[in-house]
């Protein structure tokens, strides 16, 4: 039962125009949501993060937007670069107790910028 | 200073053998997290170390896998009788201390290769 889901595996955008990834969750107790960003053979990399409270975060070209009432949540990029190609990982926190917290993670959709 | 490290970062063994992975995080982060990466897949949590607490083992998929945190600091994942279904990249995170937002910092992961 996966609480975080990117529904597209990939997506494919001419450099220049706006890159939109999407995310959905379940869980109603996550109250941070976080995007890494994954190049081959190297760890994920925070990008941007949103708190539940908040509806838009913004930071140069990547603005994360998040929809509460339908649990949906979009990372922007614009202008998208050759070097925004990588996958994208959407991750929620939640805390399991005792000051803790946990992140949860989508699959993740690569992004291909087309020079 | 430097990131998380995480050696080796390929492995390559026989059905049955026991493996270990290492994990150095970055100094002076308490909470330290194991994930694994199977293909086409997202980051599934396995083990979670707080300080000196008892470490969060909920994501551990079978008792072949065990981990440790000596003093603080370095992790060892352990997985006995290694299975082809193993077969992943074995992605290590620390963070400095709880928080909601929970940004975690990954090492470059090791890809473990059960032949």
């Known amino acids: 039962d996966q609480q975080v889901k990117q529904n597209s595996p990939s997506l494919s955008v001419q450099e220049g125009r706006i890159s939109i990834l999407n995310c959905d969750y379940t869980?109603?107790?996550?109250?941070?949501f976080l995007w890494y960003k994954k190049y081959p053979a190297e760890g994920p990399t925070f990008l941007i993060s949103i708190s539940s409270i908040k509806d838009k975060n913004e930071d140069g070209r990547f603005t994360v937007f998040l929809n509460k009432s339908a649990k949906h949540l979009s990372l922007h990029i614009v202008p998208s670069q050759p070097g925004d190609s990588a996958v994208y990982f959407c991750a929620a926190s939640a805390p399991i107790g005792a000051g803790s917290y946990q992140l949860t993670f989508g699959k993740g959709t690569k992004l291909s910028v087309i020079p | 200073g430097a990131g998380v490290s995480q050696s080796p970062s390929n492995k390559v063994t026989e059905k049955g053998k026991d493996v270990e992975l290492r994990c150095d995080p970055i100094?002076?982060?308490?909470?330290l997290y194991w994930y694994r990466q199977s293909l086409g897949q997202g980051l599934e949590f396995l083990i979670y170390?707080?300080?000196?607490?008892?470490?969060?083992k909920s994501g551990l998929p079978s008792d072949r896998f065990s981990a440790e945190r000596t003093g603080g600091s370095v992790s060892t994942l352990t997985i006995q009788r290694t299975q082809q279904e193993d077969s992943a990249v074995y992605l290590c995170a620390s963070s400095p201390r709880p928080s909601a937002k929970n940004i975690q910092y990954f090492g470059a992961g090791t890809r473990l290769s059960v032949l």
């Open positions: 170390f707080q300080g000196n607490s008892a470490p969060d």
């Open positions: 869980n109603s107790m996550f109250d941070y």
């Open positions: 100094s002076g982060h308490t909470a």
